[in-house]
């Protein structure tokens, strides 16, 4: 699950972080009323942010700065709306601008080969990190956390220097610490500071210091941990997640997007990756996979049309291994589905296991293609999107 920018950002002052105040706005009178609070406060200017889950929104124009409550609400007035890599911006941040003086990279990453919490940090910041990673490797410097005992001081001081943040030692080494104590705090799995910022402040007397700030902050939760925090489900932002996969999610089923052509109806994970691998092996692509788990019961089936929600689908592939699972329940399940279906798609059907002779002779009265083994059903289901496809064209 990702985090707007502003959720991940309490998240960070929650574990002690320094990041400056903001408020969010759903209108441009909303972002009007906040950008004459912070002015008033003392700000010179302040910054108006698109709150939409995907990067790169200041060079999309979502980021901007204004000097004036009436250019706030102008700037908010263009970006609320805008539509950023097929986003729409349904609300933005607004803080008081900050004064950089220089932009770094820090981010707490999962390490699933080293099985643990991964420090990256770069004075290249505020540039994407695959651009870094890819032009200049040898300016990302990478530090393990202990299994064990965590972040250790020495090693986030080593890092601190090795990126050009000495004069701010103190400050980066608690930042970098307190990434790794928000990553397991909330079962995060990205924890990302781009940029992390040395500002410069103008004290009520006047006197200039610099500051290490946490200007923008993007968070992956794991999904798979979120059981474990009920309190931050209402992080989830009900705007950003697509139809299917809010479907799917209520409906306790386990719906992935690909890329391909072929639908895939399976029960299990194994399953699944057992079946995307003989598509492939067939000479097809998967379009997506729905694992309607164990005992999938017939409604469970009639989520197929999660698959055809995807206009890129253009066949089906049902593997079913009956296990809990009652083949005759899942082959009434998909003469329902077909029976709802508003498109037309070919449809492939392997069911084996419990009850599949049962299931067998409702498949053949419904005139479902069938398949005795997984091998025969890939093969089918790719002949069958080729003929769709080269149909199409024709
Ligand atoms: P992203 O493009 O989606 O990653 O959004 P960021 O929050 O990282 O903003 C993009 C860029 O806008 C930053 O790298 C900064 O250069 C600039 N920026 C963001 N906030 C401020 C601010 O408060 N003041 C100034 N001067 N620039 C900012
Ligand atoms: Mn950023």
Redesign the pocket.
């Known amino acids: 699950m990702k985090l707007q920018?502003a959720d991940a950002k309490s998240l960070l002052v929650a574990q002690g972080l320094p990041v400056?105040p903001w408020e969010v706005a759903h209108t441009a009178a909303e972002a009007r009323a906040a950008a004459e609070r912070f002015l008033s406060e003392g700000a010179e200017?302040?910054?108006i942010?698109?709150q939409?889950l995907?990067?790169?929104?200041?060079?999309?124009g979502?980021?901007k700065?204004a000097g004036s409550p009436d250019e706030a609400e102008q700037v908010a007035e263009a970006i609320l709306g805008m539509d950023i890599k097929g986003m729409t911006v349904r609300k933005v941040l607004v803080?008081?601008?900050?004064?950089?003086v220089k932009?770094f990279y820090l981010a707490a990453v999962l390490d699933r080969a080293e099985r643990g919490i991964l420090l990256m940090g770069s004075a290249e910041?505020?540039?994407?990190i695959e651009q870094v990673a890819a032009a200049t490797p040898e300016a990302i410097v990478r530090l393990h956390a202990h299994p064990l005992l965590g972040l250790q001081d020495f090693g986030a001081r080593e890092m601190a220097f090795a990126m050009g943040l000495g004069a701010h030692l103190k400050a980066a080494v608690a930042i970098a610490k307190g990434l790794v104590t928000t990553m397991k705090a909330y079962d995060a799995d990205l924890v990302e500071i781009?940029?992390l910022?040395i500002?410069r402040e103008t004290a009520a007397d006047g006197t200039i210091e610099e500051r290490l700030v946490c200007?923008?902050?993007?968070i992956t939760l794991d999904d798979s941990a979120l059981a474990r925090h009920p309190g931050l489900e209402y992080l989830r932002d009900p705007d950003e997640e697509a139809p299917e996969d809010k479907e799917a999610r209520e409906a306790g089923l386990t719906f992935i997007k690909l890329d391909g052509t072929i639908g895939c109806m399976v029960n299990g994970a194994g399953l699944a990756m057992t079946t995307m691998d003989l598509v492939k092996r067939a000479g097809g692509e998967p379009a997506n996979f729905l694992d309607i788990g164990g005992g999938a019961r017939a409604e469970k089936v009639a989520a197929m049309r999660l698959i055809l929600a995807d206009p890129k689908v253009n066949a089906i592939l049902v593997n079913i291994f009956g296990g809990i699972t009652r083949g005759d329940e899942v082959a009434r399940g998909l003469i329902e589905a077909r029976a709802q279906q508003t498109r037309d798609v070919p449809m492939v059907v392997r069911i084996v296991g419990t009850n599949a002779a049962e299931a067998a002779p409702l498949l053949e009265e419904a005139r479902f293609e069938t398949a005795a083994s997984l091998d025969e059903a890939a093969a089918k289901a790719v002949g069958a999107s080729r003929r769709a496809a080269a149909g199409a064209v024709a």
């Open positions: 920018e400056p200017k302040v910054v942010k698109a939409v995907i990067g790169g929104r200041g060079k999309a979502g980021v700065l803080g008081p601008a900050a004064d950089i932009e910041g505020g540039v994407e781009n940029p910022a500002v200007l923008d902050a993007k």
